[in-house]
């Protein structure tokens, strides 16, 4: 009797190996997906755009630094080792001081700037 496993493979993510392949900020690259969502890593620095998303909900979690998320009445700031989600179709412009090192946890095919495009909007689905 031959056993199979449900993983094909056994493949650990180091995310500091996976920061190192790139220096753009602003481009978040996809480094997992589970079921429809994905794990999607960026460096920020600066302001963003205001923006919403309107289908979903989008995660935040700070891996290194500080961001601010700021809405239109007030806030958040996180920190290292912080998470928080920003309700759909709540508008939010992301911002840091100094470059932080994030995820996202959004589903697939979410774009960076939710329902708006231009200059800032980031390639979807971009692997590393």
Sequence with gaps: MTHTSPVDSYHVINLAQKFGLFS???KPKV???MNDYQFKIARLEGDFIWHTHFDTDE???????????????????????ELYVVPKG???????AREVKLMLIEPHGTL?????????????????
């Design 90 to 96: 709540v508008e939010h412009k992301p911002y840091a």
């Design 59 to 81: 995660a935040f979690l700070v891996l290194e630094g500080e961001l601010r998320i700021d809405f239109r009445d007030g806030s958040v700031l996180l920190r290292q080792g």
């Design 112 to 128: 960076n700037t939710g329902e708006q495009t231009g200059e800032r909007t980031a390639q979807n689905d971009l692997w590393i």
């Design 24 to 26: 753009e900020q602003w």
């Design 31 to 33: 480094v997992a997906q």
